[in-house]
T-cell receptor, first 111, second 117 residues
């Protein structure tokens, strides 16, 4: 069964304190791994799609990496506005295109 | 920046009543989706829609659920006879490419919080 597990569930950082969020997955034939950001009361906001092991993508203070079993979202020198829940989702192979989601990591960055 | 619009933002309904959740996807997107998120749980896939028909649905999407694109802009989710366990945040999403596998992913709306009492 396709599954996504994210850790930690919650993370509190000081402004400028870099860290990484983990997304472990099991899926039959990975088509894509997605990172989304979700602010309270809002829908998920797209950050990255990674397609194959070894791939990396960057956007401002965020960098996503992918291996065959997990993905990391590295946050470099975070700011308070980076506080949000970060969601990971995978899309398997075959005819299915649905996303299988993790529970997310709730990140709080203190000034 | 283009956005997906959902209405209403909150809906409270009596158990057994029908509800219709409305969405206006991004105008040049062709693929449409409904997901839901029960409080404290993972986001769950409900249904995907393309070319005026359902392309994929989950086990959650039973006979009580239906989707429709009644005109060129709206995309609706109907729950015929709501149950307490249907209480959740319902998200509509759209994408330019099937499955959102491009550099833009899905664009989600802000959701409709449905409370069944």
């Amino acid at each position: 069964e396709d599954q996504v597990t994210q850790s930690p569930e919650a993370l509190r950082l000081q402004e400028g304190e870099s860290s990484s969020l983990n997304c472990s997955y099991t899926v039959s034939g990975l088509r894509g791994l997605f990172w989304y950001r979700q602010d309270p009361g809002k829908g998920p906001e797209f950050l990255f799609t990674l397609y194959s092991a070894g791939e990396e993508k960057e956007k401002e203070r965020l960098k996503a990496t992918l291996t065959k079993k997990e993905s990391f979202l590295h946050i470099t020198a975070p700011k308070p506005e980076d506080s949000a829940t970060y969601l990971c989702a995978v899309q398997g192979g075959g005819n299915n295109r649905k996303l299988i989601w993790g529970l997310g990591t709730s990140l709080a960055v203190n000034p | 920046e283009p956005e997906v619009t959902q209405t209403p933002s909150h809906q409270v309904t009596q158990m057994g009543q029908e509800v219709i959740l409305r969405c206006v996807p991004i105008s040049n997107h062709l693929y449409f989706y409904w997901y839901r998120q029960i409080l404290g749980q993972k986001v769950e896939f409900l249904v995907s829609f393309y070319n005026n028909e359902i392309s994929e649905k989950s086990e959650i999407f039973d006979d009580q659920f239906s989707v429709e694109r009644p005109d060129g802009s709206n995309f609706t989710l109907k729950i015929r006879s709501t149950k307490l366990e249907d209480s959740a945040m319902y998200f509509c999403a759209s994408s330019a490419r099937r499955g959102g596998t491009d550099n833009y992913g899905y664009t989600f709306g802000s959701g409709t919080r449905l409370t069944v009492v």
